[in-house]
């Protein structure tokens, strides 16, 4: 195997046997999982700490996060669209406490911008660029962004609100420790954020109905009934 390619492999075990196992794996567990000898980790990684840095810039990296939100069907309904976008974003989010949890870690490292990454569409390993950590996911905001850039018109907030309102409720909602254990799914997210949880007026300013807009939306205003039914 080609050494990049080798050391991609080995990143790639290192990062699933640390979500898989809660902790650090060691030089033993990797080989063993990759199918090679131990040695075979020192010829292309001088030493486990080379590696396991490696590894977090590459379970970071947020190129591919931006290409899968850039993949979401344009097509598909204003909810459908939050609740692809937010599945994506749980996913990533679970990811990384896991990886933090198990590495010890108290804060997601400081890469740069990733420029490289972004426009490879995947993590590059080596490639680092200048730049402050909030502006590292910019691209990525961006292509969220998109998902929204016709939809004016039926929020009562701008775009980006929204998009930070999930995100932030992603987070939240995502964290066993925050959510208590009861983590929120991905339509439950998105249908907090566009709905609400308060019984409102039968008609909105728009002549539509709650059910009606909801629907509208993408939502199955069937499931506004049964909610309210479900109520005491």
């Known amino acids: 195997m080609d050494p990049d390619d080798r050391r991609d492999a080995l990143i790639e075990v290192f990062v699933r046997l640390a979500h898989r196992e809660g902790r650090k794996p060691t030089t033993s567990e990797i080989a063993q999982e990759a199918g090679v000898a131990e040695g075979t980790i ?9 590696l396991e840095n490696e590894a977090v810039q590459a379970a970071f990296c947020p190129a591919p996060v931006r ?12 909810r459908d669209r939050l609740v692809d976008f937010t599945r994506i974003m749980q996913l990533r989010f679970t990811e990384v406490f896991g990886l933090m949890s198990a590495l010890g870690l108290s804060q997601p490292p400081n890469r740069g911008l ?51 309102r999930i995100r932030l409720l992603t987070f939240s909602g995502s964290h066993p420790g925050i959510a208590d254990g009861r983590v929120l799914t991905p339509e439950e997210i998105v249908d907090t954020v566009l709905f609400g949880v308060v019984c409102r007026r039968p008609a909105t300013e728009s002549g539509l109905s709650i059910a009606e807009l909801h629907a509208q939306l993408g939502g199955d205003p069937r499931h506004l009934a049964g909610d309210r039914e479900a109520r005491p």
């Open 42 to 50: 020192f010829r292309v990684f001088p030493t486990k700490e080379v």
């Open 67 to 78: 290409r899968r939100v850039a993949a979401i069907d344009p097509e598909g309904s204003l």
């Open 114 to 164: 990733h420029d490289a990454c972004y426009e490879a569409g995947r993590h590059l390993r080596g490639h680092l660029d200048d730049g402050a950590h909030e502006a590292a996911h910019q691209p990525l905001l961006e292509a969220v962004h998109g998902l929204l850039v016709h939809d004016e018109d039926h929020l009562v907030v701008p775009a980006a609100d929204v998009v930070h």
